[in-house]
């Protein structure tokens, strides 16, 4: 590697420690309804995004409240420390379609109507809030 890719590799690295992901890949829930879910608390602290989630009736709530977890503990894991309420939100959250599984349903005067069974990818960012405030 050359002396100027090592410099801008050695950079993106620095840039990524205070940035803590998680991913979910192939939830069998359709992108559309796992984007109510994740609107509701993108850019929210993330203590407070656990809070909304847990008394949320959607289904797709307990999946991303896990998720969330799972980002936030990446970023103790990360950081070497315990996360403090107030510190972190979520800065940046994907949802993806996933593979699609057909399926065929009987349907009148011998047609087959198509069923298409959904699935999703979600991504979720968690990053420190002191950070955005410099900017």
Do not use: C
């Not at 797709?60 to 420390?81: C, D, G, H, M, P």
């Amino acid at each position: 590697m050359g002396k100027r890719k090592h410099i801008v590799a050695e950079a993106r690295k620095e840039a990524k420690k205070t940035i803590a992901f998680a991913k979910l890949n192939d939830v069998p829930t359709s992108p559309r309804k796992m984007r109510l879910v994740v609107d509701m608390i993108r850019g929210m602290e993330a203590f407070r995004a656990l809070g909304v989630l847990k008394y949320s009736n959607k289904e797709a709530a307990a999946r991303i409240e896990k998720l969330l977890r799972s980002a936030i503990a990446n970023w103790e894991a990360k950081n070497e420390r315990k996360a403090e309420s107030g510190e972190l939100y979520v800065s940046l959250v994907n949802v993806d379609g996933g593979a699609m599984l057909k399926r065929m349903r009987p349907a009148p005067q011998g047609r087959g109507y198509r069923i298409r069974k959904r699935s999703n990818h979600v991504t979720l960012h968690v990053d420190t809030l002191n950070k955005e405030n410099q900017n």
